[in-house]
């Protein structure tokens, strides 16, 4: 075949010469900006070096480009290779945040009593084989799980009323729920401090913390949730009305089932959202080194709480305990973003094995001919 | 018969007394959505209740004074302002032009297989806490900025005298700037600017493109000549919603600056101030006064961020309505 190279028309755009001009742009930038850079101008540092070097870069790639082919696709050429450097650094920035903080953090996170104990008696410089997250992982699963208590109902009843019943006031709702969407997370804080501590003059409390989130999730979880069920099929509607069914049933019986893996998506991507919210938390929960299991009564701390107090101490010990934590927050959003990808990725209406028996019982059992079917 | 076709007419004329389970239903749905409306009513009116006699005593010098002294009565928002503005538009000058570029890329560029991936890992960005970006931003990205910020007050500091810096010899002179917050903030923004823009440009009308490829434009021409003027609004809103994700940004500012009560005019000279990390630091405040004019910060930041994601939301629902009718 590689003999008749002719008869065949090549549709990868990357070809040799692209390459070796790609090449021979980087290697020539490389040494004339070390050249100059390092040894001529007086100027140093990392950062300044490699922006340096990527414009002589540009400018040779140009010119070596430009040897062979016109003006236009040398303006193309240029493109391609800024664009794809962007894409490029906004992936790399990703790789190198969650590489770094792993690293850093390392040395806190392979000590098994960094997830069971606490730091309540010891002091920041203590060893890091004393000592860890336990306290802060509690605070933020109660606080977490109290946030999505409040906003997941809500959130979703906000998003069958904007999608289902369609009242008066959906146009009003949808606006303010974008709108709430956009607000600063410390001024949710600021909120529930206002009114939960200063008028109703409650404490600092785990509770006022997931009160803070929950008026951060709820806009997120409504919003994703109106998005979802604009996706169900009208047709099932329709088929649930023709048979008669209320909106009532055809919502808990047709829409909802329908839409529930997508739901479920929506409510993870929001708590993936708040599960790392500082900020609200630095308002209302108070401080504490305590293991507190008490939302309701005194401070409590969770992980970004956690994370914020240990690296201000001007202690290594402190500060890797700190990244630690910030490790712990990046798997825990991980873990639930795949887990929301993994459930998006089932078709809509998807019925899992276990429901489908169900289903089927459930079918026998009404179209039973011995079974008395009530006349309207 | 009658019964079947009766049924759907009788439906409809009753509609004002449903059945019991519907008109529960109903109301409970109401209910939450009046909740939800509620909800950012109330945002508004305690923080406007709570710091009344803040903003009463102050009076209209909260706009222009630069201390913060609540208990002699000299305190206003005027340096906390330029700082939040100045670190805002730092961190759009990193975003934006990132944001554009990436989305591109992974529109435009990126193989079609690897697109789905990408998009994903840009959300997963957009879901990273941001104080794993603050400590990055401290540890990691702030000593290997202070030589190019030395380089640009150097070089450009007698031009730009807004670039200048005082003690350049010692290096603390320009560790916790704007400058710096500013870029962390731009990348924690960059997400969100990021999925605006590819969502937008990928409505732009695919008999467009063709027809501009048919023509013999090469790919950035016809990036140049469809995309972008079809995504112009969506590039613009994009910017705008960063720009109020930006104002709002707490603790990757927090951990980063060091604050001064002083107007932020020269980016690269350690020191500056948010609002929003201004309200963290001061929430331990105890007199009554203090917490009054934290309150009327909040509400400051509240209206400027509802300004600057009203205007974004505008632009970006023309472009998109534009984008049904094409």
């Given at each position: ?31 004339l900006?070390?050249l ?5 101008l ?5 950062l ?5 070097w990527y ?23 240029i ?8 894409g ?6 990703l ?11 390392w040395?806190?996170v ?12 010891i002091g ?13 992982a509690?605070g ?10 409040i906003?997941?109902?809500?959130g979703?009843?906000?998003?069958l ?17 974008e ?11 600021l909120?529930v ?7 109703l003059?409650?404490n ?9 989130l ?5 806009p ?6 109106e998005?979802?069920?604009r ?47 500082t ?15 008490d ?45 929301a ?13 276990r ?5 089927a ?14 006349t309207a | ?11 409809t004329s ?12 109903r ?5 939450c ?6 909800l ?16 009463h ?10 201390r ?12 906390l ?13 990193v ?35 941001s ?13 290997r ?10 070089h450009?500091?007698?031009v730009l ?13 320009f560790?916790?700037s ?39 434009s090469?790919?950035?021409g ?14 613009i ?33 350690s ?5 929003a ?15 009054a ?30 984008a049904?009718?094409?």
């Amino acid at each position: 075949m590689t003999n008749v190279p002719s008869a065949r028309v090549r549709t990868s755009s990357v070809t040799p010469e692209l390459v070796s001009s790609l090449v021979a742009a980087a290697l020539g930038a490389l040494a004339l900006v070390w050249l100059l850079y390092e040894r001529i101008l007086p100027t140093s540092g990392m950062l300044g070096f490699w922006l340096c070097w990527y414009t002589a870069f540009l400018a040779l790639y140009a010119v070596v480009v430009g040897l062979t082919q016109d003006r236009l696709a040398v303006s193309d050429r240029i493109a391609a290779v800024v664009f794809s450097t962007a894409g490029l650094v906004l992936f790399s920035v990703l790789l190198l945040v969650v590489g770094f903080v792993v690293d850093k953090g390392w040395d806190a996170v392979h000590h098994w009593n960094f997830f069971s104990e606490t730091t309540a008696l010891i002091g920041p410089d203590a060893p890091l084989d004393r000592g860890g997250i336990y306290a802060a992982a509690v605070g933020t699963l109660e606080q977490v799980a109290l946030s999505t208590l409040i906003s997941v109902p809500l959130g979703i009843a906000t998003a069958l009323y904007l999608n289902e019943v369609r009242g008066h006031l959906a146009g009003v709702v949808r606006t303010i729920v974008e709108a709430m969407t956009a607000i600063p997370s410390i001024l949710a804080g600021l909120f529930v401090f206002a009114a939960v501590v200063l008028t109703l003059g409650f404490n600092r409390s785990g509770l006022a913390a997931s009160l803070a989130l929950a008026v951060e999730m709820l806009p997120i979880v409504a919003r994703t949730s109106e998005l979802v069920l604009r996706l169900v099929p009208n047709g099932l509607r329709e088929a649930s009305a023709a048979l008669g069914a209320s909106q009532w049933e055809t919502v808990r019986r047709v829409v909802l089932p329908t839409a529930r893996p997508s739901l479920v998506t929506a409510v993870l991507l929001g708590v993936a959202r708040v599960v790392g919210e500082t900020s609200p938390i630095l308002l209302t929960a108070g401080f504490t080194n305590e293991l507190n299991y008490d939302p309701l009564h005194g401070p409590q701390v969770s992980l970004p709480l956690f994370a914020f107090t240990e690296v201000r101490f001007p202690v290594d010990n402190a500060i890797t305990r700190a990244f630690g934590a910030a490790a712990a927050l990046l798997l825990l959003v991980l873990l639930l973003f795949t887990s929301a990808r993994v459930i998006a990725g089932r078709p809509l209406g998807h019925v899992r094995r276990r429901e489908r028996r169900r289903l089927a019982r459930a079918f026998a059992t009404a179209t039973d001919p011995t079974r008395q079917v009530p006349t309207a | 018969m009658t019964a079947v076709v009766d049924r759907p007419l009788e439906r409809t004329s009753t509609e004002s007394v449903p059945l019991a389970d519907e008109r529960a239903f109903r109301a409970v749905v109401r209910g939450c959505a009046i909740v939800t409306l509620l909800l950012m009513g109330l945002i508004a009116l305690f923080l406007l209740l709570r710091s009344w006699p803040a903003l009463h005593r102050a009076g209209f010098s909260f706009l222009t004074e630069k201390r913060w002294l609540p208990d002699v009565n000299h305190f206003g928002v005027a340096a906390l302002l330029s700082g939040t503005v100045v670190i805002g538009c730092i961190a759009l000058l990193v975003a934006v032009p990132l944001a554009l570029g990436a989305s591109l890329f992974i529109n435009e560029y990126a193989p079609r297989r690897l697109r789905r991936l990408l998009v994903s890992m840009i959300d997963l960005m957009a879901a990273v806490p941001s104080i794993v970006y603050g400590l990055w931003g401290f540890f990691f990205l702030q000593p290997r900025m202070i030589g190019l910020s030395r380089w640009l007050s150097a070089h450009l500091g007698g031009v730009l005298p807004f670039l200048h810096v005082h003690d350049a010899d010692t290096p603390s002179s320009f560790t916790s700037s704007a400058f710096i917050a500013g870029t962390v903030v731009g990348i924690v923004v960059v997400p969100t600017v990021t999925s605006v823009m590819r969502e937008v440009f990928s409505q732009a009308p695919v008999a467009e493109r063709e027809a501009a490829l048919a023509l013999g434009s090469t790919k950035w021409g016809m990036i140049r000549t469809v995309v972008i003027p079809f995504g112009r609004g969506g590039i613009i809103g994009g910017s705008m919603l960063g720009l109020g994700r930006a104002l709002g940004e707490t603790i990757a500012v927090y951990l980063i600056i060091s604050p001064i009560l002083d107007y932020t005019t020269h980016p690269l000279q350690s020191g500056s101030n948010t609002i929003a990390a201004f309200i963290a630091s001061r929430s331990t405040e105890s007199s009554s006064i203090g917490l009054a004019g934290l309150l009327g910060a909040g509400l400051v930041l509240f209206l400027l961020t509802l300004l600057v994601n009203s205007i974004a939301a505008v632009i970006v629902a023309r472009s998109r309505s534009g984008a049904v009718t094409e």
